[in-house]
């Protein structure tokens, strides 16, 4: 396709318009890219990474999560890879379109309205659908933090806002959790607007067949979640939602402690009066692993962060928060059901996130786990520096480091459909070079992650800065 014409200009200089957060202004389909290395020939199916990418210069202060979502799919076919990338065309963006300018505010001004003869039924506040892509049932859906989910095609073609069938009543996490013997979904949404906790589940065929309401006493920023085989296991932080601050000023999130910290236990498919709470040390977990409950004893783990900071201050220098801010470090939690305690135990100091694991082990022990870290200097949340792989059972740590002028994304897992143990793959990622202001897609092979990529796919132009990714098989 056409490239457009550049609509966003930064005439503000924001900082999460420049570098490599600068958004692309063209949707290309490339049907060969270079590579170096060696590109297995059994990774077959497609790596796609969603993000922020915004269309039209932002109506004010602009935070990377206001951006409209953008999908870019890097395709393993037999050693060829393809890339194509499309914006993600949900209602509210549509209408901008029509409108050839920003009709939405971002997140610092979100009550700001805008006037319903410019956006029709797309509603009074923007879902950009850009953190998340999933495949379920059949479907591929991109999700925002509180947005209903917006189905794609296979090839990235937008299909529209999906609401189960009118069962939905609100937008949901960007992180449910696939059983994968089941091929049940489970997901929940918070809102700083009661109910301030809501509970989900969809079959295998991809209907709603569970829904309830969880009290809790203020609303809180819950992001992700994990599962076992019989329990949707959920943190409640410290992190509340400070309404007050639309009106002002301020972070829209503040670290609220004397509320304390505590998981809830809930079975599967249980009612909200079969949640049972235990009590932690005060902390924050963005991301977590995985989860599983062996003799009574519930599992699991993520990057705990003591001292977290948002970044979503409606007022100042939209990037100082973010930039400044510590990521969390690797800890278990343990939560014994039988003597009703639980307890937290950090296994590692460095800094991460972006917590991924062979998901193949969803709800059930799994013995590896990757994440993103910083190694050298450490930049804004997000855009780290190293490859991590953690081996649960000897307790090593093995990295691999991208170099001082490099960031990378994400590192999921992407199974060796010809191997059977558990760590049998690759790891696939974006590796941005600032210098060059480059991107490569990078495979390691997840046995020897600290020998660096086996292969570089280079991008026909950079990728810009994204959230989450995920690996699709060809046989998926």
């Known amino acids: 396709m056409s490239a457009a014409p550049n609509l966003v200009t930064n005439s503000r200089n924001q900082p999460f318009l420049a570098g490599e957060m600068a958004p692309v202004t063209d949707e290309l389909d490339v049907a060969s890219c270079r590579t170096t290395g060696e590109v297995p020939g059994d990774l077959l199916g497609k790596f796609i990474q969603n993000g922020p990418n915004p269309r039209f210069e932002p109506l004010g202060r602009y935070h990377m999560f206001d951006g409209d979502g953008m999908l870019h799919a890097i395709e393993f076919a037999e050693g060829r890879v393809s890339y194509r990338n499309r914006w993600i065309r949900t209602p509210m963006l549509a209408a901008e379109m029509r409108a050839g300018r920003a009709l939405y505010p971002g997140l610092a ?26 495949r379920h049932a059949g479907k591929y859906l991109a999700l925002y933090e509180t947005g209903l989910p917006v189905e794609v095609t296979a090839d990235l073609e937008t299909l529209g806002i999906r609401d189960f069938d009118g069962k939905l009543p609100c937008g949901i996490t960007a992180h449910p959790r696939i059983d994968p013997v089941t091929q049940e979904m489970f997901f929940f949404a918070y809102s700083p607007f009661p109910p301030y906790l809501r509970y989900f589940v969809a079959d295998a065929q991809g209907n709603l067949v569970h829904a309830i309401e969880i009290p809790i006493p203020a609303p809180s920023m819950i992001h992700d979640f994990v599962i076992t085989e019989e329990h949707a296991v959920i943190l409640d932080s410290p992190l509340k939602f400070n309404m007050d601050a639309i009106t002002e000023g301020g972070s829209m999130i503040k670290y609220a402690p004397e509320g304390g910290t505590r998981i809830g236990v809930l079975p ?6 079969e949640m049972t709470w235990y009590e932690i040390e005060n902390g924050h977990v963005q991301h977590f692993w995985n989860a599983w409950c062996e003799n009574g004893v519930v599992e699991l783990s993520g990057t705990f962060n003591t001292s977290p900071e948002y970044g979503m201050d409606t007022g100042g220098d939209p990037s100082e928060s973010s930039a400044s801010a510590k990521a969390g470090v690797a800890t278990r939690f ?18 991460g996130d972006f917590c991924r694991f062979n998901e193949g082990h969803n709800g059930r022990r ?30 090593a740590r093995e990295s691999w480091y991208a170099g001082k002028q490099h960031h990378i994304g994400e590192a999921l897992f992407a199974p060796d459909p010809r191997g ?23 495979v390691v092979d997840a046995r020897n ?14 990728i810009p800065f994204g959230f989450h990714v995920n690996w699709f098989r060809a046989d998926g």
């Open 109 to 134: 001004d979100l009550m700001n309205f805008p006037d319903a003869s410019l956006v029709g039924d797309a509603g009074p506040i923007k879902n950009p659908a850009n953190t998340n892509i999933i």
């Open 420 to 442: 059977s143990a558990e760590d049998d793959g690759w790891l696939l990622f974006t590796d941005h070079d600032h210098a060059e202001n480059t991107t490569d897609v990078c």
């Open 268 to 273: 599967r498919h249980g009612r909200a009066d």
């Open 334 to 351: 343990k939560v014994d059901l039988a003597r009703g305690a639980a307890k937290a135990e950090q296994f590692d100091d460095m800094e």
């Open 449 to 462: 992650v600290g020998a660096g990529p086996i292969a570089r796919v280079h991008m026909p132009r950079k």
């Open 366 to 395: 799994s013995r590896y786990h990757y994440m993103g870290g910083f190694r050298g200097e450490r930049g804004v949340i997000g855009q780290f520096d190293t490859v991590v792989k953690y081996d649960d059972r000897s307790g």
